[in-house]
C-alpha cells in the first residue's frame, strides 16, 4: 500500500522531500495523483480505440495508446503541480482559468472515442443504414449520369415508330376507301372499278410505296439507336458492378451516427451528455481539488523552499555586483558611475 500511495504522490508532481516534512498532506496530494494516474490511463484506452479503428492494428493502436496517455497525463501533471496556493481566491481562479479550459478541451478529446466504445452495439447498426443509404446514393448517381442518353434514344427510337405507325394508318385509310369504292358501300355508292377508283387505289398504291420506304428507312435508324441504347445500358450496367459497399467504420462515420442516434433518441442524447460531463469532472478535479483546499503547511514549505531561491540568487548577484564595483574602482569616475548604475538597476530588475 505504501508502495502505491508513494507512486500516486510522484504522480501528482509534489515535491517528495518537502511532502515527508509535512505527512497530513499525504492523502491529498497522492488523492490529486491517482485522479492524474487515471486520467492518463482513459487517455490511453480511447487514444487506442481511436487509431484502432483507423488502422486495424492492435501493436500500432496500443504504442500510439501508450503514447497519448503518457502525454496527457504529464500534461495534467504539470497543469496541478504548476499551481501555487496563496490564500487569495479570486486571484487564483483567475490564473487556473487557462487551465481549468484546458483540461476541459483535453476531456473532450478523451470521452469522444470512449464513448463511441461504450455505444458500440448501437453504433454497428446504423452504421449499416449509412452503409445502404451511402450506396443508394451512389446509384442514384450512376442512373442519373447514364439516363439522359437512355431517355433521348429511347425518345427518337419512339419517335420513328409512331413515324411508321402514322403512316401505316393513312395507308389503311386509303384502301380501305379503295375498297369500299370498289364494292359500292362508300364513295360514289356505286360498285364498278372505274375513274374514281383507279384514282383511290392509286393514292392507296402510293401510301403503300411511302410506307415501305419508310419503314426501312425507319427501321434502319432504329437498330443504329437501339445499339447504341444498348451500349449505354451495357456501361450503366458495369458501373453499377463496379459499386463498392464500402465499409464504413472509421471514427468520422461512428461520429456521424453517434449524431444521428443522439438526435433520434432523447436517452442516447442525455447518456450522451452525462458520459461527457463525467469526463469534464474527472480531468478537471485536480485543478479544483487544488483550488477548494486550503492553503496547508505544504504550500507554506514549498514557498518557503522557492523564496530560499530567490534570495540566493539576490545575495549571487549583489556579490557579484560587488566584485564588479572593486575591479573598476580605477576606473574614471564617468565610467564607474555608468557601470555602478547598471549594475544597480539590474539587480533591481
Not at 5 to 30: H, N, Q, V, W
Not at 291 to 297: A, D, H, Q, R
Request: with cysteine; hydrophobic share 45%; glycine share 6%.
Amino acid at each position: 500500500m505504501q508502495k502505491l500511495t508513494t507512486f500516486f504522490l510522484r504522480c501528482s508532481g509534489a515535491d517528495m522531500s518537502i511532502l515527508k516534512k509535512c505527512p497530513s498532506e499525504t492523502s491529498k496530494y497522492a488523492g490529486i495523483g491517482a485522479t492524474i494516474f487515471f486520467t492518463g490511463f482513459f487517455a490511453a484506452l480511447s487514444g487506442a480505440y481511436a487509431l484502432y479503428t483507423i488502422f486495424d492494428s492492435v501493436w500500432a493502436a496500443v504504442g500510439f495508446g501508450i503514447l497519448w496517455g503518457l502525454m496527457i497525463f504529464n500534461l495534467d501533471r504539470y497543469i496541478v503541480s504548476s499551481m501555487r496556493k496563496e490564500g487569495k481566491t479570486a486571484k487564483e481562479l483567475l490564473i487556473a482559468t487557462p487551465r481549468i479550459l484546458l483540461a476541459i478541451l483535453i476531456s473532450v478529446v478523451i470521452a469522444k472515442p470512449l464513448e463511441l466504445k461504450i455505444f458500440e452495439k448501437e453504433i454497428e447498426p446504423e452504421l449499416i443504414v449509412m452503409e445502404q443509404q451511402k450506396y443508394s446514393e451512389q446509384e442514384a448517381q450512376v442512373r442519373f449520369r447514364f439516363q439522359g442518353t437512355h431517355d433521348s434514344l429511347k425518345t427518337a427510337i419512339e419517335g420513328l415508330q409512331q413515324e411508321i405507325a402514322l403512316k401505316a394508318t393513312k395507308r389503311d385509310d386509303l384502301v380501305r376507301i379503295a375498297r369500299e369504292e370498289a364494292d359500292g358501300t362508300g364513295g360514289s355508292k356505286k360498285k364498278n372499278l372505274g375513274p374514281i377508283y383507279k384514282v383511290k387505289k392509286a393514292d392507296a398504291d402510293a401510301a403503300e410505296a411511302e410506307l415501305l420506304a419508310i419503314t426501312e428507312r425507319n427501321h434502319a435508324r432504329i437498330q443504329v439507336y437501339e445499339k447504341s441504347l444498348a451500349y449505354n445500358d451495357s456501361l450503366q450496367a458495369q458501373a453499377m458492378a463496379a459499386l463498392e459497399k464500402g465499409r464504413l467504420n472509421g471514427p468520422a462515420a461512428r461520429m456521424e451516427a453517434m449524431s444521428r442516434l443522439t438526435e433520434q433518441s432523447s436517452a442516447m442524447a442525455w447518456a450522451h451528455w452525462f458520459i461527457m460531463f463525467l469526463f469534464i469532472a474527472i480531468e478537471t478535479a485536480p485543478v479544483f481539488v487544488k483550488l477548494i483546499s486550503n492553503k496547508g503547511p505544504y504550500d507554506n514549505l514549498l514557498k518557503v523552499e522557492e523564496h530560499q531561491f530567490g534570495v540566493h540568487e539576490v545575495e549571487e548577484l549583489a556579490r557579484m555586483n560587488t566584485q564588479a564595483k572593486e575591479k573598476t574602482a580605477n576606473y574614471p569616475q564617468h565610467e564607474r558611475t555608468f557601470i555602478s548604475n547598471r549594475l544597480d538597476a539590474e539587480l533591481r530588475s
